[in-house]
């Protein structure tokens, strides 16, 4: 069974965590993903995400991509875990490692995985939609703008917020009749089981 937990901000909807999760939270051992924020000059909320997890009662570690064992680390973890950032520069970084193939085969055994913002914006079918908030450059040698396509919709996260806002709504005038968009709040969630969409 597919878990999906897509959010906005995960400071902002942690909470929602526990009701929807099967799996046992605490002691669990989270892959953690900081990439996208690799190529962006504040990225404090990815540390405000780790910590939170470790206030959940799990065990997370921050993945590093470049790693020779990255397919024994992502299968020993219990839930992977997204941050946010420029989501084309992730989309770069985890299809050169090949982490976007295992990242989606252990979606698919059912492992829950947690994506936030760029983590959540990935998973859909392609990412283009998201330059006016991303900026493309910061991924040269990315050369495919398609996603990992495990759902069929398109998170816009952000909206209403005094940083992105403008862009969420930027990207709704262009795409709103072209692309199925979902609008995310920083406190909102995406929560898929199977990958159909289920209520928060």
Known sequence: ?????????????????????????????VAFFNTASQVEEYSEYVDQSFNLLKELGMIPFVVNIESTTLEEVIVSADIIFVAGGNTFYLLQELR??????????????????????????????????????????????LKRTDGLHVINTYPVPH??????????????????????????????????????????
């Open 1 to 29: 069974m597919k878990q999906l937990f897509l959010c906005s901000s995960f400071q902002d909807s942690y909470q929602k965590l526990e009701n929807f999760s099967t799996n046992k939270l605490t002691g669990s051992q």
């Open 96 to 141: 050169k490692s090949n982490a976007d193939q295992l990242i989606i085969n252990h979606i698919n055994k059912g492992k829950l995985y947690i994506g936030e913002s760029a983590g959540s914006v990935i998973m859909s079918p392609d990412i283009n939609y998201i330059q006016c908030m991303d900026e493309p450059e910061k991924a040269p040698n």
């Open 159 to 200: 909206a209403e917020t005094d940083y992105l806002g403008e862009a969420a709504l930027k990207i709704q005038d262009i795409y709103q009749d072209r692309l199925e968009l979902v609008i995310l709040r920083d406190d909102d969630v995406m929560i898929y089981s199977d990958v159909s969409p289920l209520e928060p």
